[in-house]
């Protein structure tokens, strides 16, 4: 018999590992994949929206029934419209046409409201994110509202020291090396932060779009993996949280996508393949008996508008 949860809330986290079998290099190299997927929005950002509500309410940053804004290109402001909606704070998001329409529709289901900041045809580039951090900061002005700020806020890393901690759990401490795409930053600093204590041999990966890889030193540019990417060095980054960086391209991450549906029966978003696509890079070049982890950070259900205008119609 399995126990009652409280709320929804309850059930995020403790998501489970699931060795690949198919999309793997052929020197016996274990690639696992977290399944973030699982999380009660099918994404690994809804602990760091819990994270980051709770902490401010705890302090009082953030009073009772008080207003929340974010700017989010889609999966932070789903999961804060989730963690809003159960702790009843009004939620103000501040995002894009340039992300996928079904997570624009998610968060107006949960209640949110939004303001879209148009795009360059649909390309995420430094001038969109800035945009929208610009907008959402005057919002919060204007209004009285918490602005969560996910760029800056650190609250969040104490939701990917619990991620990290699970990962060790699961892996029985076998693993050599830690594969995370880059968004604001939080997630390859928290669980690098936390297992670089538990084993300090363990190697970590950077992945980045291959058409904005700032972090590795390369142009700024315009691409479309939602989530990742914001096409400058963000607040949270510093030098020494990776070992080593991965570009990744639209083409490639979308191409493992299908890969990963079809092979392994995993059906993720192109963040997920970015990952999915460095991680197999990295697998490729260890020695036989070698663990890579990597993660699933969100479902594919949250793309579908997108991934139907790359399928073969149905006659």
Known sequence: MTSVRFNILDTIGNTSIVQLQNAVPSNGVRILMKMESSNPTGSMKDRMAFAMVTAAENDGRLKAGGAVVEYTGGSTGVSL????????????VVTSDAFSKEKLDHMRLLGAELTLIPSDNGKQTEKLTKDMIREAHALAERTGAYITAQMDNTDQLAAYTKLADEIYK???????????????????????ERLRRLDNRIRFVAVEPDESAVLSGGPSGSHRIDGIGAGY????????????FQAVSTADARAMVDRLAREEGLFCGLSTGANATAALRVAERLKPGSTVVTVACDSGLKYMSSFRQHMEPLT
């Open 81 to 92: 419209a989730l963690v809003c909606s159960v702790k009843k704070h009004p939620l103000h």
């Open 170 to 192: 699961q892996t029985e401490g076998q693993m050599d090396v830690f594969v995370q795409s880059v968004g604001s930053g939080a997630a390859l600093r928290g669980v690098s």
């Open 233 to 244: 060095v963000v607040p949270l980054w510093y030098d020494g949280i990776a070992d080593e």
